[in-house]
Structures are given as C-alpha cells and as structure tokens.
C-alpha cells in the first residue's frame, strides 16, 4: 500500500464539477421546455377543437419520441449532480430528483413492458387516475428542487430577478397541480379498485381542465428558463476559470501572442 509521505494530496480541478452542473441544466432545460410546449399544444388543441391536432398529439409515438427521452434526461442529469454533490443540502436535493426521475424512469418501463419484452400489460396505464396522480405529484417535487438547485447557480441576473422567476415556475406549476386535482376528484369512479375516469359532461370541467394544462405548461417553461440560466452562468464561469488555469500554468509561453 503506498502511502503519501508528505500529505500532499490530489488537487480538485474545479472545472469538471462546473462542466457536469453546465450539462445537467441544459438536459433540465430541455426537458422542461419540452413537457412546456407539448402542454401549450395540448391547450390550443383543447380550445380549437382541432381534431387534425388532437390526433397527432395523442398519437401512441409520442410515448416513445417524448415521454422516453424527457425520463432520461432527467434520470441523466440528477447522475451528473449526484456525482459531486458533497454539501449536505445539495445532497438531499440531488437525492429528490434521482429518486423521482428514477420513479418516473420505472413506471413508463412498467407501462410498456410489453415493448421491453416482459409481462404483457393488462390494464392501460392512462386509464389509471392513480398513477398519473403519482406522476403529478414526482413532477412537481423535482420540478421544485430543480429550482431550488438552479437558483443560486444563476450569476447573471440579481436575486431578486431569480427569486421573481423561481416564484412564477412554483406558483404556476402548483395551481396546474391543484386545478387538476380538483377535477380529479369530480371525475373519478371511487366505486371500484382499479380506478377509472368518468365522462366529462359539464363544460365548466373542461375549462378548468385546460387552465390546469395551461397553468402546467407555463411553470414548465419559466422553469425552463431558470435552468437554462444556471447553464449560461455555468459556462460563463467555467470560461473564467480555463482563463484562470492558462494564467496560473508555470508552462505556459510568455509569448505576447499566446
């Protein structure tokens, strides 16, 4: 065993932390602003009635071209931030969003077993009130650490401007959140186990639906916009500091061209 006779020890380059922080709120960002914009055209859909619309939004691909990729950014990320979350707080964030991403991961991997080759499904997933519930409820929590993560990252704008945006992303996704349970509850069979969805016949239901997709979306893309704002900081910083690594290298050319 080889010990280190004059306790010198391997310097940290801060520089790869920067770099993985600057690549998990990017995929952050693209995932948000996905889950955002197909939310915002999911409205358009509901309001115009467009059925041209309606059928491509709610084609079966889309399970593939984008509720997969979203999982995996996610899931992606929160192992970038993981690998270098050494402060307490910053590990219990990092700690929430690997477990929801991971949980979201597992239950799309369970609504198409068939697909990976396991058991056949029995009952469709989007039927199940329950599990979009669950959903709900993971994509809020991550979506609320994210932010919370992002926030102090964020160099480029005063506190007060980030505090403002993190405050909208927040508001907005909790009253999706709870425009959604509200109709929830109105429009739940509670007679039974599976739970099922109920008709929805009265218009006002239906209004309050779509705010609750409307609402959903814009927390989504303001978030978005938090996020890409910590990767703008991110590079930024790491841009002083490889001007700080030349600067400081004892090899570097004197040169008044290097």
């Not at 899931?75 to 307490?88: E, R």
């Not at 506190?159 to 429009?187: I, T």
């Not at 109920?198 to 938090?226: C, K, T, Y």
Request: charged share 15%.
């Amino acid at each position: 065993m080889e010990m280190n006779t004059f306790g010198w020890e391997d310097p940290v380059d801060p520089r790869i932390q920067v770099r993985k922080d600057r690549v998990a709120f990017f995929l952050a960002s693209l995932a948000l602003a996905a889950t955002g914009l197909y939310s915002v055209a999911l409205v358009v859909a509901m309001v115009t009635m467009d059925l041209t619309l309606i059928r491509f939004l709610f084609h079966p691909n889309w399970e593939y071209a984008l509720e997969l990729p979203l999982f995996l950014c996610y899931t992606f990320a929160s192992f970038l931030f993981l690998s270098h979350a050494n402060v307490p707080r910053r590990k219990v964030q990092v700690a929430i969003i690997t477990i929801t991403s991971l949980a979201g991961l597992g239950f799309w991997c369970a609504d198409h077993a068939l697909w990976l080759g396991f058991a056949a499904q029995t009952t469709p997933s989007h039927d199940d009130p329950f599990r979009t519930l669950v959903l709900r409820c993971l994509s809020l929590v991550r979506l609320v650490v994210l932010l919370d993560l992002a926030a102090p990252a964020i160099t480029s704008k005063s506190r007060e401007e980030v505090a403002a945006l993190r405050k909208a992303a927040v508001a907005a996704s909790v009253l999706g959140f709870g425009l959604w349970l509200l109709m929830s509850l109105e429009h739940v069979d509670w007679s039974g186990w599976p739970l099922r969805w109920m008709r929805m016949r009265d218009p006002n239901w239906f209004l309050i639906q779509a705010l609750s997709v409307l609402a959903r979306g814009v927390g989504s893309l303001v978030a978005a916009i938090v996020c890409l704002q910590a990767c703008v900081s991110q590079t930024r910083e790491l841009a002083e500091l490889e001007a700080q690594s030349q600067a400081n290298d004892p090899f570097r050319s004197q040169h008044p061209w290097n």
